[in-house]
C-alpha cells in the first residue's frame, strides 16, 4: 500500500510539461436537513518542511523518482483559487458550497484538510443553532463542553463554531482570548467542598462599595443567615459550614460577581440558604450579586423554587436587588431536554451547555464530500446507484430565489457559463430528489450565493470575525421559512438544477459526453 | 459570572500565608463498560504567558486583587505530583485512575486539562480495541478519520490512540511521521476520474525489476486485457479508458505498490478488468502487484468475486502471485457491521474505518470525572442520591487481583494507609453495585494498578512510544477474561471497596466525619 497523497502528485510531475492540468472541486453537504457553512483557515491550506519530506521520502518505496520530492519541498497554493459560500451562511443538503480550481495534484493534496476543516466546523455550528433555536431567542446559552472534545483544537473549534451558531458565552477562555468570545464560567464543586470551616475565610472583612471602612463579612453573613432561616422555616443546623465558608471567600474576592453553585450538598436546606444569607449582606454594602447556578435533579422545579425564595426575601427585606437575580442551569442539556424546559414552567434564564453539544450525540459526523467536478474545461462526474451520491458535474454558480417576502425559496444550480436568474421573470428548472418533473419558478430577488474567497494564492475576501460571521448566521437563518427550520419534521427545502446543468447530467449519465470515455478497441 | 479559572485562585493568594492546601483528585471513568487509561500529555499541563495575564485582567473585574495577577505569571506545576495507570492499561468504572496531589489553586486549574487530554483519548483507544475485538486477531485494521475529526488535532489524537486500541495503520502521514505509526492509503476516486484516455500516460514505459530496457507497458498492458477479457467472458467496450489510464499511470510510478480503488465505474464491468490486466503485466515484469480496494457496494459479495477471479487467472495464466493479493474494504464500517463481517462469507484481509471509529458514534463521549478527595489530610466526598456519583474519599491504592489462571479476578480499592493485599491471603471486601455484601477473596497474584508517574515537576516515569503503549494494550485485553471483554451482555466485572475504605464511606455518608461540619450555631 501507499501514501494517497504521492500517487497523484507523481503523476503531475510527469505531466509537467504538458498545459497544467485545471480541475475543479466542490464541498456537497450530505446527509444533514441544513449546515451552516463556516469557512477554511486559508492560510493554513498547505505547508510542507524539509523534514516533512524527508519522511515522506523514509515511508515511499526506494524506486520512487527523485523529482517527486524536489517538488515536493517548492509546493505551493499560488496557483489555487476558492470560491466559496461566505462563512455562517444557511446551506442545504448538494448544494456544492465551495469550488477549488488549481493543478491537479495541489488540489488533491487538499482534500482531507479542507474535509477536516470544514466538516466538523459545519456539524458543531449547525447543531450550536439547533440548540438556538430549541431555547427561543430570550435564553442565554453558554458552550462549556472542552472536557468532552477531541483534544484543546477540538474544543477551540467548539467554543468558535458554536458561538457564531448562535451561543453567546464560552467557559473556554482561550477561545475568549481567540476569537473575542464572551467568557463566562461559575465556581466548581471542588471549589465549594474544599472548604470545612468559617476559620479558613481569609480575609474576614469587604469595603462597602460606596466605601468606607471594611466591614466584618463573617459576622454580618451569620445575621442574615440568621433571618433567611427564620423567614423560611430552615434549621441553620443543616446549613453546612464549608458551603458558607466558600460561598464567603469568593464574595469578598469578587463582590460584584457572586455567581456560586448551590447544589453541592442540598439546594434547599443548605446552598439557597447560604446564597441568601451572603447575596443580602452584599446587597447591605450595596453590592448587586448575579444569581446561583444549578448542576444536578430536576432544574425545572429547584429553579420556580430558588425564584419562590428570592421574591420572599424582597418582600420581607426590601432587597429589589432580587428581582433580577439569575439562575443558570447546567445538568447534560441536550437538545431535546432544552425543547422540553421550554414547554415546562420553569425561571432558568441561562443555560450551559457541554457535551451534547461539541459531540454532536444527535448526529456525529458531516459528510461533505469532494468530488472532481472539471478536468482540463471537460466536465466530470461521479456516478452512483444512489442518485444522492453521484455528483453534478462542470463548474457551476448557485443561486438563491428569495419569493415575495424575502423568504428563501429554491437554490438554484446552474453551470457558470450561463447567464444569472432575474428577479422578476420567470425560469424553468429541475427539482433534485424525488419530483423529477419541470418546474417554472419567478423569483422576486436573487442573490449569489458564493464569493470568490482566494484567488492564486491570496486572500481576496476579508476573513470575518467570529461574532460578524454570527451575526449572518443569525440573520441567514431569521430568513428562513419557519417551516424549514422547524426541529422535528421540518419541509424539505428545494434545490433545483437549471435545464442546461440538468441536460449534460443526463448526457453523462447515458454515455453521450466527452468526459466519460470507454475503451473501444484494446 | 466569573471566569472560573480565577474564583479558586484568588482564595489561594489569600491564603498564601497558610500551610499550603493539599489535596488529591483522581479520574474516575463512570458510565463505560471498560475503557483504556491513556496518559495525558504532562509537559503541557501548565504554561501561562503575560499575554494571557493580560487577557484575564481585561475580562475580571476592576477590582480584581493585584497580586492574583502576580499570581499567575508564577504559577508552575513544581509542587504537583501524579501517579496513575500505565497508558495502555485496562480500568474499569468507578477506579480511580489517576491522582493528582498539589496545591489546590494548580490542582483545580489543571481539571479541564486533565479530563480535555484524557476524556476524548480514553474513549477513541476503547472504541478501537471494540473494533479490534470485533474484527478478530487475523484481520488488519487502517485508521482513515482524519476527515471527520474535530480538526486536526483531533485527528491525530484519534491517530494515536487508535493504534493503541489495536489498530495496524493509518492514513495520516503526520501521525505516521509524529508516533511512528505504520502509514498506509490507496488512491483517490478524483485521482482515478481525473483521467479519461491512454494519451495522457507518460511515462508509457517501465523497466523490468530484474533490469533490462523500457518496456512499451500500454502495449503490454493492452494484449493482457484481452486476454482476461476472454477468460472472463466480458467486453473491453464497456472497460473505461480513464480507468485503464490511471492504473497505468499508477503502475508504472509504483510498480512495486500497485493497490487501486476499483470501484469508481463498475467493479466487474471495468476496475477488476483494468487491475488484472495491469496486474499480469507487472508479474510478466517480476513486480508483485498488492491487491485492489473496494468502496461501495456488498463489499464481501463482491470480494467473493474479486477472489474468484483471482484465482481463475492464476490458474489460466500461472501467475502464483495472485494467489497473495489483498483486498482492501472501506465503506462506512461500523463495530456492528465489522462484527456482521465475520459471520458472512468475504474474503476482505484489511478492514478501513474513519467516521464511526474518530467519532465514537456508539457512544460519543466518555464521563470522566475529577473530583475532590481529600484537604489537608482530611477525606472529602461528593455525595449524591445515584450511588454511582457518590465518589470515593480519601487518598487511595488500587489493586488488581488476578485469579489461578493468570485472569484479572477483582479491582480492590483500599486507603493508601492499608497494607498490600498478598498472594495467597484471603480478605473480606465489599463490592461496589447492587450486592452490598461482605465478600471473601484468596488472590493467587496481586498487581497495583499505579505508578508515580510525575513527582514534584518532574516526569519520573519514562514516557512510552505509541507502539509500546500499543503492546500493552493489547496484553491487557488478552488476559482478561472473555466474558469480561465481549462486545455484546458483558459479565460485570468486581470493583471492591476494602474494609477500611468502606467504614471511611459510611461514617461520611452518616455525617460521623470530621469531613462533613455542619453549622451548629450561628
Not at 10 to 15: K, S
Not at 31 to 56: G, M, N, P, Q, T
Not at 62 to 83: H, R
Request: include cysteine.
Amino acid at each position: 500500500m501507499l501514501l494517497s497523497v504521492s500517487s497523484c502528485v507523481l503523476q503531475h510531475v510527469a505531466c509537467m510539461q504538458s498545459p497544467q492540468k485545471q480541475f475543479l472541486l466542490h464541498f456537497c453537504p450530505v446527509h444533514y436537513r441544513f449546515c451552516l457553512f463556516v469557512s477554511v483557515l486559508l492560510r493554513k491550506l498547505i505547508s510542507i518542511c524539509v523534514s516533512d519530506v524527508e519522511y515522506l521520502r523514509s515511508v515511499l518505496p526506494a524506486g520512487t523518482d527523485a523529482a517527486f520530492f524536489s517538488y515536493l519541498k517548492e509546493l505551493d497554493c499560488s496557483a489555487v483559487s476558492v470560491s466559496a459560500v461566505p462563512e455562517g451562511s444557511v446551506v442545504f443538503a448538494r448544494v456544492p458550497l465551495l469550488e477549488v480550481c488549481g493543478p491537479l495534484a495541489v488540489v488533491q493534496l487538499l482534500e482531507t484538510s479542507l474535509l477536516c476543516l470544514v466538516n466538523y466546523a459545519s456539524l458543531v455550528c449547525s447543531n450550536a443553532a439547533r440548540f438556538r433555536l430549541a431555547a427561543g431567542p430570550r435564553r442565554r446559552l453558554m458552550e462549556m463542553g472542552l472536557r468532552r472534545a477531541q483534544g484543546p483544537d477540538g474544543g477551540l473549534t467548539a467554543s468558535r463554531y458554536t458561538y457564531i451558531g448562535g451561543f453567546d458565552l464560552t467557559s473556554n477562555a482561550l477561545a475568549g482570548r481567540l476569537f473575542g468570545i464572551p467568557v463566562a464560567g461559575t465556581m466548581a464543586h471542588s471549589y465549594v467542598t474544599s472548604f470545612s470551616s468559617l476559620e479558613e475565610v481569609w480575609p474576614q472583612t469587604l469595603v462597602p462599595c460606596g466605601g468606607g471602612g471594611p466591614i466584618d463579612f463573617i459576622c454580618l453573613v451569620k445575621g442574615w443567615l440568621g433571618r433567611v432561616c427564620q423567614l423560611l422555616g430552615s434549621k441553620t443546623s443543616l446549613v453546612r459550614e464549608g458551603e458558607l465558608a466558600a460561598f464567603l471567600s469568593y464574595a469578598i474576592a469578587y463582590p460584584q460577581n457572586f455567581l456560586p453553585v448551590i447544589d453541592s450538598y442540598s439546594v434547599s436546606c443548605s446552598g439557597l440558604l447560604c446564597f441568601c444569607a451572603v447575596a443580602l449582606a452584599l446587597c447591605e454594602l450595596q453590592y448587586q450579586p448575579l444569581g446561583v447556578r444549578l448542576d444536578s435533579g430536576d432544574l425545572c422545579r429547584q429553579s420556580l423554587e430558588v425564584r419562590r425564595v428570592f421574591k420572599e426575601c424582597n418582600k420581607q427585606f426590601s432587597v429589589p436587588q432580587f428581582e433580577s437575580l439569575i439562575i443558570v442551569g447546567t445538568n447534560s442539556i441536550s437538545e431535546q431536554s432544552l425543547a422540553e424546559l421550554n414547554k415546562k414552567e420553569n425561571e432558568i434564564d441561562v443555560v450551559g451547555v457541554g457535551t451534547h453539544l461539541v459531540t454532536c450525540t444527535r448526529q456525529p459526523s458531516l459528510g461533505c464530500v469532494y468530488k472532481l467536478i472539471e478536468v482540463r474545461g471537460r466536465p466530470r462526474m461521479k456516478m452512483s446507484e444512489d442518485p444522492e451520491k453521484s455528483t453534478l458535474p462542470g463548474r457551476k454558480s448557485v443561486y438563491r430565489l428569495l419569493d415575495t417576502d424575502g423568504r428563501p425559496q429554491m437554490d438554484l444550480i446552474c453551470l457558470s457559463e450561463e447567464a444569472a436568474p432575474k428577479a422578476g421573470v420567470s425560469l424553468t428548472c429541475f427539482p433534485l430528489g424525488l419530483t423529477k418533473t419541470l418546474q417554472t419558478v419567478t423569483p422576486a430577488q436573487v442573490t449569489s450565493l458564493r464569493l470568490d474567497v482566494f484567488t492564486c494564492g491570496q486572500i481576496t475576501f476579508p476573513l470575518k470575525s467570529a461574532s460578524e460571521s454570527r451575526e449572518r448566521a443569525q440573520i441567514s437563518l431569521q430568513t428562513l421559512h419557519p417551516h424549514h427550520k422547524r426541529l422535528q419534521e421540518p419541509h424539505d427545502y428545494t434545490v433545483a438544477l437549471s435545464e442546461q446543468l440538468h441536460s449534460l447530467v443526463s448526457d453523462i449519465t447515458k454515455g453521450n459526453s466527452k468526459g466519460s470515455n470507454f475503451l473501444l478497441s484494446n
